[in-house]
């Protein structure tokens, strides 16, 4: 829950010109949306409903849409797993990367998230054990990166004695 609310804080604190186009133009389709729904609940309520519907879809499904179309489009970033160090004296696992800014636009902060889950040979059960994983940390980076410049990152698990095997999920979102 807390990591929910630190990637909403953040994602508010980086509002950016970009959001504003995308979420003005949700807010001006609701609204039209609405207006046909208003005028037409007379004469052609099965249509009017129908556009209810889509109207109430369209609210919640589309701020995840802008953030996944601008994070795939305006704020596009590249992670690479460099390597992956298990350290038997410490039991620590260090996972080292790097982060390219491949954007459109000049990014101030990045937040990179690693996770680590059991591997398994069946890519069902594989797919299913990215649900609940072994451990999950997040850093953040404060660096500006311009467009195409790269940024090595290292993120150290504490603790970590697993002795089976594991693969290790990154993903980041930069503004």
């Known amino acids: 829950m807390e990591q929910i609310k630190n990637n909403l804080l953040t994602y508010l604190h980086s509002f950016s010109i970009y959001d504003a186009i995308a979420f003005g133009w949700l807010g001006f389709l609701l609204l039209i949306l609405f207006v046909l729904v208003v005028l037409l ?34 704020r596009k970033v590249d ?13 620590s696992l260090v996972v080292n990367g790097t982060l ?24 069902y059960k594989n797919m299913l054990s990215q649900l609940n994983p072994l451990r ?20 150290v698990f504490e ?9 290790v999920s990154l993903t980041g979102s930069c503004y």
């Open 136 to 155: 999950s940390k997040t850093i953040k980076l404060d660096k500006a990166l311009e467009m195409g410049e790269s940024e090595p990152f290292k993120i």
């Open 41 to 74: 609940a007379r004469k052609k309520p099965r249509l009017a409903t129908f556009l209810l519907l889509i109207s109430i879809l369209a609210l919640f499904i589309g701020p995840f849409g802008i953030k996944y179309f601008l994070d795939k489009s305006v």
């Open 79 to 91: 992670l690479k797993l460099e390597k992956t160090t298990q350290l038997n004296f410490a039991k």
């Open 159 to 167: 603790n970590f004695d697993y002795k089976g095997d594991y693969n």
């Open 100 to 123: 390219t800014n491949s954007a459109l636009v000049r990014f101030h902060t990045c937040q990179i998230n690693a996770t680590i889950y059991h591997s398994e040979k069946n890519p």
